[in-house]
């Protein structure tokens, strides 16, 4: 019993580092950066959810959104370029895309896509500024995008199949993730 305590407590360090298994610098790092990030993971799906959420509005500019401004982040971070809370604004859109799904929030307006646009920044910088040392910069890139857009797609067929009440708990588990990881 006290080996397997101790055997935990060895892994938990790396347990809590939000983005674990950054290999090969390259290709399959950039692509599993916001894979394994669950913080990255839930921002992404909850974008693809808000997009269906808006049907009757041109949805795709939501994802759009993030992405353009994720790459601009991205270009910044892997210039050296920190953003200032970089990692609250990551916690932030959890909170805030998660609240806007559990909420109901439907509609499309400037303020969804500024907030798209604005956290996919946060999320690009963190991107950007863990660019292995010795890794390929455009397929580092090309990974995190590709895993982006799948993970959009993802949250966008879920919230399409699932019932609205489903999505809005949804909504809420990923704003109370949030909550929980700034205490």
Not at 19 to 40: E, I, K, M, R, Y
Request: with cysteine; aromatic share 6%; glycine share 18%.
């Amino acid at each position: 019993m006290n080996r397997a305590l101790i055997v935990l407590m060895t892994l938990a360090p790396a347990a809590a580092f939000a983005h674990p298994g950054h290999g090969d610098h390259g290709l399959v790092s950039g692509f599993t950066h916001p894979l394994l990030g669950w913080d990255h993971l839930l921002a992404m799906v909850a974008v693809g959810m808000l997009a269906v959420l808006g049907r009757e509005q041109k949805a795709w500019q939501l994802p759009l959104a993030f992405v353009a401004a994720m790459v601009a982040g991205a270009l910044l971070g892997i210039g050296g370029v920190g953003m200032a809370g970089v990692e609250t604004g990551i916690l932030a859109s959890l909170v805030v895309l998660g609240g806007m799904l559990a909420a109901g929030v439907t509609g499309f307006t400037g303020l969804a896509l500024g907030l798209c646009a604005l956290f996919g920044l946060f999320h690009g910088n963190a991107h950007g500024l863990e660019l292995p040392a010795h890794g390929s910069a455009l397929g580092y890139f090309a990974g995190f995008v590709a895993a982006t857009v799948l993970l959009h797609a993802a949250g966008w067929l879920a919230a399409g199949k699932i019932h609205a009440t489903a999505v809005r708990i949804a909504g809420g588990a990923m704003a109370g993730a949030g909550l929980l990881a700034a205490i």
